[in-house]
């Protein structure tokens, strides 16, 4: 028997784990660590959903604890289980392992890719904040128009009680209050359920597969945190972020994304320069030259701009593109230059407790606010950071409500953005195609 410990943030790891784990008991799991996701370490992993080989709930540590962990528990593997993290980052932690006593392994498809009875189209990226799930509420509320059932997947955000979020469907406003979910999972979920589509989430992909091929003939997957997909899929999209133009050859795992794509998607075209269009282009070129291509950009627009005009105005933009994402702005920025304001509120001089942390992590942010909501206490911080800043209107390009969720007095304008394909392959032509049983040119 092996003694394993596996690198996670509360997504990959607990797939892994039901996949090439309950496949190998060989290798027992020993602990969980988690990072990028704060107030989720102290908890354990149910025995419940563990299996028989585990009596006991597997502990979940915080990843700065692994070195220690090594050769206290005698660790043999170390598994690698979450993304968006540069190749850099990735060596040293396999560095960090290896000189502790352990080997340092990266499961990959074979070993944790699902099988569907329906078609599966995976929408993944090159990095968070890309565009992808913008691309894949596109191509569901298409589908969904022309009369397909379609389901979408998205990668896990299990952050609450792992046992009551095993299988998660999203489908009504009021499926978040009864999940409990964080303003990071609402980011995600809610602008899918407000098009009247569907989402499954969770822990237990194989029963959330399953319940999705109950209603659906067509299976879209939005891969979070640019990992690649769960399921296995007759068509693989990838996404590349044209202002992040490097990132492709950068970032674990969406390297591996962009040398499996079947179609490659240059996002964001009108407000990158051509040499970076091109860059990408050359990336295509050397790492996958059969993927098709096409381009696309992400509409901005706003719910009330007559709000905005000649106001003092705090942009609050989704968190983990800020963050772990690497931006240093979004879709708020975006439309706050687009509709000319000039009186932005410097966030940094607002913000209190883990919302400060977070801007003194991130250090690229300099004028919007990331809207973090992990718990109740940093919820709380974010409202209060809000209200302190003295802005007269919050410019919110979370796709989360958070002037219900918050119950701002301030008033909330909100930020939209939609995907508009531009010129390339045509992707609803290349799906209807596998929902007809036609061979695909892979």
Known sequence: MF???????????????????????????????????????????????????????????????LAELIPRLGIHFVFFAYSDISHREVMHRASMVQAAGASFVLLGPAQTM????????????????AGKSPLTQWLA????????????LRHPMPYGNLEKQAVQRF?????????????????????YVRQGLVIFSGVDYQAILHAAEQEAELILWDGGNNDFSFIRPDLSIVVSDALRAGHGL????????????????????????????????????????????????????????????????????????VTHGGMAYGAGLVAARRYGLDRLVDPRGCAVGSIRDTLDTFDQLREVLPAMGYSDRQRAELKESIEKS??????????????????????????????????GEDIMARVRALLAGAPVDR
């Open 141 to 152: 509320a298409s589908f969904v128009g022309e009369g397909v059932g379609v389901a979408v």
């Open 114 to 129: 699902l099988d569907s009875r329906r078609i599966v189209v995976a929408i993944t990226a090159t990095r968070t904040g």
């Open 250 to 321: 950068d970032y674990y795992p969406g390297e591996t994304n962009l040398r499996g794509a079947d179609i490659l998607v240059i996002n964001k075209v009108s407000g990158a320069n051509e040499q970076d269009i091109a860059k990408i282009r050359a990336l295509r070129d050397e790492l996958n030259p059969t993927a098709e291509l096409l381009t696309a950009d992400l509409e901005v627009s706003v719910d009330d701009p007559g709000l905005l005009a000649g106001r003092r105005v705090l942009v609050v933009e989704d968190g983990p593109t």
């Open 3 to 65: 003694k394993c410990i596996i690198m996670g943030a509360a997504g990959r790891d607990f797939h892994d784990f039901k996949t090439f784990f309950a496949r190998h008991p060989e290798f027992r799991v020993q602990a969980f660590t988690a990072t990028q996701i704060p107030f989720i370490e102290q908890r354990s992993y149910p025995a419940s959903l563990a299996g028989p080989e585990y009596a006991e709930d597997i502990p979940i540590y915080d990843e700065s604890e």
């Open 171 to 191: 489908a009504t406003l009021e499926d978040f209050d009864h999940y409990k979910c964080t303003i990071e999972e609402r980011e995600e979920y809610e602008p």
């Open 390 to 423: 003295g802005a007269e209107v919050v410019l919110n390009a979370s796709p989360a409500d958070i002037a219900s969720l918050l119950e701002l007095a301030i008033p909330v304008v909100q930020v939209r953005y939609r995907f508009v394909p531009r010129e």
